[in-house]
């Protein structure tokens, strides 16, 4: 999950550092960031757009990469979640063996008890 932040924020950053170098609508760093984004997410608002051939072109790249790197980051936010109830499904059921395992024993002791029980009459009976 860590790494794949760390290449989404290394990703963005050298997106934004790119646009602001070859993109003349991109004044500054943090707009150069912001279209870095809403290129890479697809989003595309409009209010900062590729406007040279070389910009479109690093546009395609960032989109590109984008959907690699955001997909790597939904999908380790997704694996965190199933592992977290997996862990919780897996104590659950640990526990549920642990009761049944309680009763069985429970049940084993009574079944005993009864046996003898039986066989104690029958063998006061018996002169034998």
């Keep these: 999950m860590l790494y794949s932040l760390l290449l989404a924020f290394l990703m963005m950053t050298l997106g934004g550092l790119g ?4 993109e003349p609508g991109v004044h500054t760093f943090w707009d150069g960031l ?3 984004f ?3 997410a697809t989003v595309g608002y409009g209010d900062i757009v590729p406007t040279t051939h070389w910009s479109k072109a ?3 790249a960032v989109v590109l990469l984008g959907l690699a790197v955001l997909s790597l980051v939904t999908a380790s936010v997704a694996a965190m979640l199933v592992e977290v109830d997996e862990r919780e499904m897996d104590d659950a059921v640990l526990k549920e063996i642990r009761h049944l395992r309680a009763d069985l024993h429970a ?3 009574e079944l005993k008890a009864l046996r003898q029980e039986v066989r104690a009459p029958g063998q006061a009976a018996d002169p034998g």
Aim: aromatic share 24%.
């Design 58 to 60: 690093f546009a395609v």
């Design 38 to 40: 809403t290129t890479a």
């Design 34 to 36: 912001w279209l870095a």
């Design 107 to 109: 049940m084993q002791a």
């Design 19 to 22: 646009f602001w170098i070859v």
